[in-house]
């Protein structure tokens, strides 16, 4: 009766994402920079096999891979310093300019705008570089704001909330 039961189901039967165990999901644990590009590199189905060269990602680490394909592809960027704080939990900004980038990467054509162009209350909040990314995934119904008309940009993003965004983007493509 979750909220995200089908969105997660959906997820873990795409082979999108993992468990954090064999009988755990872990619906309201944050997601991380790494998790994000990982789940992205599976949907897209591209097979790239280097290891990423940023100083804090190791090759033995699962997302290695997946982010060196998803900075090639100028998914992601960098923190600066040759850095990528994989562990770094993703704000909601954040995750909309990168599924923004991948959804233009990947040329997707949705097929409905589900979404409203509302304003949220927060609106000034939204950091300039993410604030057309916001809006797309918010017109295309992607991404909705929170309780109380707030987007809430600098909030982080659980992995529930991923599974629910990816579910909506493959079932409007």
Sequence with gaps: TDWYYDAISYA???????????TEFAPNNKMTRGMLVT?????????E???STFTDVSEEVYY?????????NQI???VGDNHFAPDQEISREDLATIMARYIK???????????????????LSIS???????????KKGLM?????????????????EVATILMRLMESM
């Design 12 to 22: 873990v039967e795409k082979e999108l994402f993992n468990g954090v165990s064999e």
């Design 49 to 51: 096999k280097e290891n």
């Design 128 to 138: 300039d570089y993410a604030k057309e990314n916001v809006k797309i995934l918010q």
């Design 144 to 160: 909705n704001g929170k309780g109380e008309n707030l987007f809430d940009p600098k909030g982080k993003t659980t992995r529930a």
């Design 64 to 72: 290695s891979v997946p982010i060196s394909w998803a900075y090639k």
């Design 76 to 78: 992601v960027n960098g």
């Design 105 to 123: 990467l990947k040329e997707i054509s949705l097929k409905n705008q589900k979404g409203k162009d509302t304003e949220f209350a927060d609106e």
């Design 39 to 47: 789940v992205l590199y599976r949907m897209s189905k591209d097979r």
